[in-house]
């Protein structure tokens, strides 16, 4: 494995005791126009997001489209600033960042994108793509930058002749594989995924995880792992966040959630998981409660969110406190799971 490169200008030593992510309650919100001569509105797009990521760690964030997921995915990778909360990665507190600190920043946390046709420059040579970085962010030589790319070709499975050829004459599997290649060339301690895999065919699919997951054990690597795809998370998480309008509804190790997820949200889309011999998964209830078995409606407009629980117009357990109330996230059961529903909390 090569050494990290050393990164122009250098920064002061990362704290390498401290977890490589915190998010403390971190939020995103817009301010949209809702017409002429109407006042603006307010989207939570991320609204109060807490957790820890480890080195070496995987943390799945599933959830329908616009629960937050890419909004969560851009102020992690420095994208966008939130509008409120702190979020520190690798011990550097990122909102109070100067600008030299945030550069370095930048080099810490990269993105694999889902779609590796838009992703990658069709006009450049691979050798070309993987250089930019090295020859932006080291004081490598020509030559040393040239083994560090092909040394990387070797790593993510291609060979030293693809280093001259373009992204048309690759496949989708292959293209991913260099898009990784890209994101590791600085040897950051942390990628986000956002659906890395859905734009690919189900075998290569496998190849992709795989290497993912060989790439984390070997690197220490920590993943944000942002899919719709319970079987891929499945395949890869080590703690599981389920998010619903910008909200965590649900936060757990990855063993306890899918083998028995608490909150009716997640009960729904756990219920909705062909098993592999075609059947649904039966998922057992939270205590006594009954595990809704569809969504009764489309989810609410995050410009217009219901008070209370955000999911009560669609929760056949809502009762009046859920929609007076919003639930908090607490502790629920044995198993290191976190629940925000009054329900499961009553139960
Ligand atoms: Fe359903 Fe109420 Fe729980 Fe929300 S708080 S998920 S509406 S039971």
């Given at each position: 494995m090569s050494a990290a490169p050393t990164l122009n200008p250098a920064p002061a030593a990362p704290d390498a005791q401290a977890p490589l992510l915190v998010a403390d309650d971190l939020s995103r919100h817009y301010r949209v126009s809702r017409g002429l001569f109407q006042p603006q509105a307010t989207v939570r797009a991320l609204n109060g997001v807490s957790f820890t990521l480890q080195r070496g760690r995987t943390l799945g964030v599933v959830g329908e489209s616009g629960c937050g997921k890419s909004t969560l995915a851009r102020a992690l990778t420095l994208v966008e600033a939130p509008t409120a909360g702190r979020l520190q990665i690798a011990g550097t507190e990122?909102?109070?960042?100067d600008a030299a600190r945030r550069r370095w920043l930048r080099t810490q946390v990269q993105m694999v994108f889902q779609n590796p046709y838009g992703s990658l420059?069709?006009?450049?040579?691979i050798a070309q793509m993987l250089d930019e970085p090295l020859k932006l962010n080291t004081p490598l030589t020509a030559a040393e930058r040239q083994e560090r790319v092909l040394r990387m070709l070797e790593t993510v499975g291609l060979r030293a002749e693809h280093a001259q050829r373009y992204p048309h004459m690759f496949s989708g599997g292959q293209r991913q594989r260099i898009a990784i290649a890209r994101a590791l060339m600085l040897s950051p301690p942390l990628l986000v995924a956002d659906e890395p895999t859905s734009a690919l065919d189900v075998s290569v699919q496998a190849q992709i995880l795989n290497l993912l997951r060989d790439l984390q054990r070997e690197r220490q690597l920590g993943y944000v792992f942002i899919s719709h795809n319970l079987g891929v998370i499945e395949h890869l998480a080590d703690e599981v966040m389920v998010m619903y309008l910008g909200r965590v509804v649900e936060r757990a190790p990855k063993a306890a959630l899918f083998a028995r997820p608490l909150h009716p949200y997640s009960q729904v889309l756990w219920a909705a998981v062909p098993r592999l011999d075609g059947a649904r998964r039966v998922v057992a209830p939270a205590a006594d409660l009954t595990p809704p078995s569809a969504l009764r409606s489309e989810p609410p407009s995050p410009l217009n969110l219901p008070p209370g629980c955000a999911f009560h117009q669609r929760c056949p357990l809502a009762d009046a406190r859920c929609r007076a109330e919003l639930p908090a996230l607490r502790p629920a059961g044995a198993a290191g799971q976190w629940v925000a529903c009054h329900r499961v909390e009553e139960g």
């Open positions: 990122v909102t109070t960042a420059n069709p006009r450049k040579r």
